[in-house]
C-alpha cells in the first residue's frame, strides 16, 4: 500500500506448504458480524455510484476536522495505532529501564519528552541550527565533493542523491546507487505548470523560503538573495528531472557506471573526494537511476558561485529541521506544507508530532513493545492461512489467462511461488545501541546525530550481501508493501486490525478487505513494473515478446479508463502515474473473490443483514476506502500520489467486474456499468 505500496528500494524465504484442502475458515466463519449498516448512505443506489452507496454513511459521520486535509477509515486506523503507540511511550517513564543510559527505553522515553517541551523548544528558538549553518557557511568550497560528501552524512541532499540498496541485475548484493535530488515543492509540475492553483504555491513557496531564513537570523537582503537561489536551483532540478511516468520503468532507471566512467562522463563532480567523505573508499561501480539528471548537475555545478551553494545547502538544512524546532518555524511548516498544499486547517497536537520521531527513529523498538501488547499470535497464523488462499487463488488466475502463452505462465508460477511472505514483525529485531539519545543536547543535535547514524550505517553494507530478513516498515506501520529485489510481501501488525482485518466478521467481508490487501501486494509483483523483475528479484525480462505487447494493450486501456476521470473542474486521473496501483487493485479484488469462494466450497453462503456474500464482500472493500478529502488535497495527490483516489479505486476498478454487476444487479443503462468489450481484465 502507502495504501499499498510498491516500494521502490531494495529489501527467510517461508514457502508455506499448506494443504489447499485443510484450510480452515475465520474462527469466526459464517456466522461472524456481516456489514455494518451505518456506513450506507441507502438514498443512492449501487447502480448508480456504489462508492456513494457503500461509504455515504461513514462519510457523514466522519466529516472534516481541521486538523486534517484527507481523513478515511485507512486513516482512521492510523489514529487507533497512533493512540496505542501514544499509551505505550508515554508508560515508558514509569519503566525503570528508561532511566538507565543506553537502553532503548530510554531513547524513545527522552526523545519523546524532548519533542514535547515546547517551553525549551520556544526558548531555544533557532539557535540549534547555528553551529552546523556556520559550518556549511566556511567549510572550503576548494573540493565541492568533499563538500556535498559531508552534507550527505545526514545533514542535507542537495544537487544529487545516493545510497546503498541491491543491484536490480544482482540481487542478492547491495551496490551504490546515484540518483536525482528532490524538490521543495515535491513534484516537477509545481514549478513548470502555469496556472492559478501553482501561482498561489508558488507565492506561499516565496513567503515560506524568506520566513525560514528570517527565523534563522538572516536580514530582509540574505533573504531575497536566498530564495531568489532557491528558486532558480530547483526550477532548474524540475526541468531536467524524469516525469512520474517515467520512473515507474526501472529499466530507465538502471545504469551501471564504473568509477572510471564516472570520472570521465561527470569530470566536473569530484567523485573520489566525495566517496571518501562518505567512507567509501572501495567504490568501484554504481548505477546511476537518473541519467541525465546528473549529466545536467555536472554541467550546472561549476556556473553556481559559493555563494549559491552555500545558500542552496542552508536553505535545505533549515527547512528539513523546523520541525525539531520552536513553534515558529513549526507553524511556518504548516502554513505552506499542509494550509497552503493540502487544505488543512489546523495543526495535529503536540503529542503526535513528537511521537512521530520516536516511532520512525527507533521504530523497531517501538514496534517490539506494540506486538507484545496488540498482535496476538493467533492473527498472524491466521494471515498465513489467507496468504496460502491468495497464492493458490492467483495461481488459478495465471492458468486461466487467455492472452498468456504457456511459457510465460511457468515462469509467473515460478515467481508467485517464491514469494517471500513477512506478517506482523521480524524475526530478529534492529540494534540501536549506535544510536545516542541525550536530554541535554537539543532535539535537533539528537535527530541529526540518529539521521548520520543511519546514513553511515546505510552506505557501510556497500559490497555486501543483502540482508533478506530486514523489514523496511515498522510493525505498527498502518500499511503493506511489496519489494520487486527480494520478491517479498509485507503485512505489518498495524494494518492487521478492524476493518482491514477482524476476526470477528464473517469471511466473506475479511476477503473482501484484508484479502484484498494481499491480492494487491501479490499482484504488484506481476504489474507493469514488478513484471520486469524474475522469481530471483533480479530485473529480467521473463516474458515472450507477444506476451508482453498484449499485457502493455491491456495496461493501456486501463490508463484510458483513469485518465478520463476528472478529478476537479478540468484536472483529471493521471491513469499512466497510477497504473502499478490500478492494476494491483483490480488483481485483489479478482484474486480474493476467487479465494473466497473456493474457502467456501461446500459450505453454507448465509445471507447476513439482508446482504449476500458477494454483497458483503464488495462493500468491505469499498469501506476500505471510505474517506473525506479537501479541493486542495485532491489536486496535491493527483501529481504526487501514485494510488488513485479513494472514490476511483472502488467505482472505476469495480466496472470491469462482472462478479460485482451480478452482486448488485448491475446492467446496462445503469452508471456503474460497463460494457463487456469494454472491460479491462488483466489477472
Known sequence: ????????????????????????????????????RDNLNPEVRPADDFYQYACGGWMARNPLTPEYSRFGTFDQLRENARVQLQELITGLSADPQSKIKGTNAQKVADLYALGMDSVR?????????????????????????????????????????????????????????????????????????????????????????????ELAGYDAKAQERVWKTVIKLETEFARHKMSRE????????????????????????PWDSYFKTLGLENVDKANVSGLDFIAFINDYLP??????????????????????????????????????????????????RAMAIPNSMLGEAVGELYVGKYFPEENKEYMKTLVENLRVALGKHIDNLSWMSDETKKKAHEKLSTFTVKIGYPDKWKDYSGITVDPKKSYLENVLAASEWYTMDNYSKLGKPVDKTEWHMTPQTVNAYYNPTTNEICFPAGILQAPYFDVTADDAQNYGAIGVVIGHEMTHG????????????????????????????????????????????????NGRFTLGENIADQGGLRVALTAYLDSMKDKDMQIIDGFTPLQRFYLAYANL??????????????????????????????????????????????PMYRAEEERVVIW
Open 1 to 36: 500500500m502507502n495504501q499499498y505500496i510498491n516500494l521502490p528500494d531494495p529489501m527467510d524465504l517461508k514457502k508455506l506448504l499448506l494443504s489447499f484442502a485443510l484450510i480452515p475458515t475465520m474462527a469466526m466463519g459464517a456466522t461472524g458480524h456481516g456489514i455494518d
Open 121 to 213: 523548544l520556544n526558548k531555544e528558538a533557532g539557535k540549534p541550527l547555528q553551529r552546523m549553518l556556520k559550518e556549511i557557511n566556511k567549510r572550503s568550497l576548494q573540493d565541492l565533493g568533499s563538500y556535498i560528501g559531508w552534507l550527505h552524512r545526514g545533514i542535507a541532499a542537495p544537487f544529487f542523491g545516493s545510497g546503498v540498496g541491491a543491484d536490480s541485475k544482482n540481487s542478492d548484493m547491495n551496490i551504490l546507487h546515484i540518483g536525482e535530488t528532490g524538490l521543495g515543492l515535491g513534484d516537477r509540475d509545481y514549478y513548470l505548470e502555469r496556472n492559478e492553483t501553482n501561482d498561489k504555491i508558488m507565492a506561499a513557496y516565496e513567503k515560506y523560503v524568506k520566513r525560514m531564513m
Open 246 to 269: 517515467q520512473k515507474r520503468n526501472p529499466a530507465l532507471r538502471y545504469n551501471i557506471r564504473t568509477i572510471d566512467e564516472l570520472r570521465t562522463q561527470f569530470s566536473n563532480i
Open 303 to 352: 556556473t553556481l558561485t559559493e555563494q549559491e551553494i552555500r545558500d542552496f545547502a542552508s536553505y535545505e538544512f533549515i527547512s528539513d529541521s523546523s520541525n525539531l524546532l520552536s513553534d515558529d518555524f513549526i507553524e511556518a511548516n504548516f502554513e505552506m506544507f499542509d494550509r497552503v498544499m493540502s487544505g488543512k486547517e489546523e495543526m495535529e497536537p503536540r503529542w503526535k
Open 526 to 573: 506481476f504489474d507493469d513494473s514488478g513484471r520486469q523483475y524474475d522469481k530471483d528479484g533480479n530485473l529480467n525480462n521473463w516474458w515472450q515478446d507477444s506476451d508482453g505487447e498484449k499485457f502493455t494493450r491491456l495496461a493501456d486501456g486501463l490508463v484510458a479508463q483513469f485518465d478520463e476521470v476528472e478529478v476537479a473542474p478540468g484536472v483529471h486521473a
Open 625 to 670: 476506502w471510505a474517506g473525506n478529502i479537501r479541493d486542495e488535497e485532491i489536486l496535491s495527490r493527483t501529481k504526487t500520489d501514485p494510488h488513485s483516489l479513494g472514490n476511483n479505486r472502488v467505482n472505476v476498478s469495480l466496472r470491469n467486474i462482472a462478479p460485482f454487476f451480478e452482486a448488485f444487479g448491475i446492467s446496462e443503462g445503469d
